[in-house]
């Protein structure tokens, strides 16, 4: 018997290579929806634990700021006891309050720039800006004509 019988015969067995790859493409749609049904769960496990940590998050937050008033009205109360006045006491209190305030607001101004990735974008410009001129001041740009309005 040589080749061309054999490739004519159709009782003569198929390659292996043939059979499997014929059973993989055969198992390759199932392999995908798998694959595909699993990203799906796994995607709606993560959603509702976000959303679980999402609320805790708030839970905890309202914990928080009760624990701080009750802390200040502590405070405030033992400067009272203490022989202060209460104006005094309290003023006090907002004293605090106030610098903690503009330190958070100072702080916030000083990493706003970084949220518009600079060096990213000067990274993927196709032609980058000519450096400035020594004598020349700079242009003001977005976030410090922000910064000036806010301030």
């Keep these: ?13 198929a390659s292996p290579l043939g059979d499997l790859l014929g059973g993989l493409l055969k198992e390759l749609p199932g392999l995908i929806s798998d694959r595909v049904e699993l990203l799906s769960l796994e995607l709606n496990r993560a959603g509702l634990a976000l959303l679980h940590i999402t609320c805790l998050g708030l839970a905890l937050t309202v914990l928080g700021l009760a624990g701080w008033l009750l802390l200040w009205a502590l405070v405030t109360a033992a400067l009272v006891v203490a022989g202060l006045h209460w104006a005094l ?55 410090t004509t922000t910064a000036a309005a806010v301030s």
């Design 1 to 13: 018997m040589d080749r061309t019988s054999r490739q004519a015969d159709p009782q003569a067995p």
């Design 89 to 143: 006491a309290l003023l006090g209190a907002l004293l605090v309050h106030g610098v903690l305030g503009w330190w958070v607001v100072h702080r916030v101004r000083q990493l706003l720039p970084s949220i518009g990735l600079p060096a990213t974008r000067r990274r993927l410009m196709f032609k980058a800006p000519a450096p400035p001129s020594p004598g020349v001041p700079d242009e003001p740009t977005a976030s």
